[in-house]
């Protein structure tokens, strides 16, 4: 006979073997909601719904404009807009600047705001803004690391094709965005030239390998490869084309709505990338490969460029931020702390907006 002890001790180890066998399925249920995620959070897929109907709207109404405006002849034509894009997540501090930007040109631009919708209030205090009042469209939050930002300034461009068949032009500036000159030389200066979108188009920046993989290794692929893969401002200048190309992609926003690794967030910028690789890849000629919005990122802080304080805004950085290394200027400049505003404003009409 088996001593008690032995026996004991077999049916401990049997229990202690089923226990641990029926603990693996248990344990891989589980394991998601008690182990961190490997990725950042994702787009939700109630934004991503309301934002494709919004789209394939856009696409239609921009299909049946354009039938239209082949059908009339052209004095009968009403003159190209500018439709200028603010994404915002704090107030337009810059409002009354903008507004003496906009004066009496209310027939060659329209305005779209973007905001966060925990902004509140978007526009200063006790400040009446013509321009904008009405003109903030509905909104999502948006965060950096993800592609939050690529669907804002998507649902901003969206909004602005359905809302007027005139818009030409499709201009992202932010809330910490100025202008460099009057509206009159903005304008002559998009439409004077032959059309084509204004983005920056860079190829070969040495740190663009580590945010392709950003996702993972293969995450891009087969859609786009490394070789195709493109870094820009995401500040633009986007003709009507290229504004229905961007609204009607389905194709790279299927890999750039992935959200990055965790261990790969400091190389999560996928709004500085979106743009420029599909343009890029659709439409190479039509785009100039720069962007017409200043920036200095001498002394970058993790990310974000120079941000301009108030006893830096004097003329000669005015005259400074318009210089480019080519021929034409610079419209805008970023980024601006909100406690420029005055000075900005005491030199708007002598410096800024005099041409």
Known sequence: ?????????????????????????????????????????????????????????????????????TSLRLPHRRPPKIAFLFLTNTPLHFAPLWERFFHNQSHLFNVYVHADPSLKPP?????????????????????????????????????????????AYFALVSQTCIPLHSFDFAYRSLFSRPRRSYIEIVADDPGLYTRYIARGDDAMLPEVPFDRFRV????????????VMVVRDRRLWKKFRMPCLRKMRDSCYPEEHY????????????????????V?????VEGHPHMYKPEEVRPELIWELRKSNSSYSYLFARKFAPECLDPLMQIADSVILKD
């Open 1 to 69: 006979m088996m001593p008690s002890s032995s026996c004991s001790s077999t049916s401990s180890a049997f229990l202690l073997s089923l226990f641990l066998l029926l603990s693996v399925p248990i344990l891989f249920l589980l394991a998601p909601r008690l182990l961190p995620p490997k990725t950042l959070p994702s787009i939700p897929s109630s934004d991503e719904t309301s934002d494709l109907a919004l789209f394939r709207r856009a696409i239609l109404a921009s299909n049946s404009s354009s039938a239209s405006a």
């Open 123 to 167: 526009l200063p205090p006790s400040f009446s803004s013509p321009s904008f009042a009405g003109r903030f469209i509905p909104s999502k939050p948006t965060q950096r690391a993800s592609p939050t930002l690529i669907s804002a300034a998507r649902r901003l461009l969206a909004f602005a094709l359905l809302d007027d068949p005139s818009n």
């Open 232 to 243: 820009g401002s995401q500040f633009f200048a986007l003709t009507r084309k290229h504004a």
């Open 275 to 294: 743009f420029p690789t599909l343009l890029d890849m659709q439409d190479p000629n039509g785009c100039t490969g720069y962007t017409l919005t200043r």
């Open 296 to 300: 200095n990122w001498t002394d970058s």
